[in-house]
């Protein structure tokens, strides 16, 4: 079946400064990527979609200056969370969609936390 | 916009008893209903999922259906165990070709009590 492989699973960052979260799809091609956050107890929340080789569309509320989302490959793509903040500690997690009949495949996360 | 609605947000069973997850969803362009499993720290698991052009499709102990019409679709989890305390989602997306975006429900907490 299809793996997605999101690293790192868990980061600690001062405030203020970056940090990049991959994903990557090992044995499919992945056409598209979704990226998404969950905070404690509440559902999946989609941030962006994003397809090989074209600007990510990012969903209401999202800003994208602060969370850089690059598919530049079939098989990779990243979110850059940039000027960390408190706020922006989260369970951040990747789904990636390809040509397979296999549907959406999630990444097993990555908990950041900001201090 | 898509809105996918679900209940109940807790559920607590006995061992050995089945267990139903409802959602419904409001677009009515949607045509790919995945159910999750996600495990605390983890990233979802796909369970079962169904499109729309099939009523109901079962896995062993999981089955899902769907009705069109109503907008609805559901979880049923029979002979529960243990092991299946976690939380499932419902989603729905209208990408025919995997590629629409996917819209969850709220979630649903399952215990299941041994």
């Known amino acids: 079946g299809a793996v997605v492989s999101q690293h790192p699973s868990w980061v600690i960052c001062k405030s203020g400064t970056s940090v990049k979260i991959e994903c990557r799809s090992l044995?499919?091609?992945?056409?598209?990527m979704f990226w998404y956050r969950q905070f404690p107890k509440q559902s999946l929340m989609l941030m962006a979609t994003?397809?090989?080789?074209?600007?990510?569309?990012?969903e209401q509320g999202v800003e994208k200056d602060k969370f850089l989302i690059n598919h530049a490959s079939l098989t990779l793509s990243t979110l850059t969370v940039t000027s960390a903040h408190p706020e922006d500690s989260s369970f951040y997690i990747c789904?990636?969609?390809?040509?397979?009949?296999?549907?959406?495949?999630f990444g097993s996360g990555t908990r950041l936390t900001v201090v | 916009g898509e809105n996918v609605e679900q209940h109940p947000s807790t559920l607590s069973v006995q061992e050995g008893d089945s267990a139903v997850i409802k959602c419904t969803y409001s677009?009515?362009?949607?045509?790919?209903f995945p159910w999750y499993k996600q495990e605390l720290g983890k990233g979802p698991q796909l369970i079962i999922d169904?499109?729309?052009?099939?009523g109901e499709k079962k896995d062993q102990r999981i089955a899902v259906t769907l009705n069109k019409t109503a907008k609805h679709f559901s979880l049923h989890i029979t002979e529960t165990q243990p092991e299946d305390s976690a939380v499932y989602f419902c989603?729905?997306?209208?990408?025919?070709?995997?590629?629409?975006?996917?819209?969850f429900g709220q979630g649903t907490t399952l215990q299941v009590k041994p």
């Open positions: 044995d499919f091609q992945a056409t598209t």
């Open positions: 677009d009515s362009a949607s045509n790919y």
């Open positions: 994003s397809n090989e080789g074209s600007k990510a569309t990012y």
């Open positions: 169904i499109r729309s052009n099939v």
């Open positions: 989603a729905a997306s209208r990408g025919s070709s995997n590629t629409g975006k996917l819209i």
């Open positions: 789904s990636a969609s390809g040509s397979t009949n296999y549907g959406y495949t």
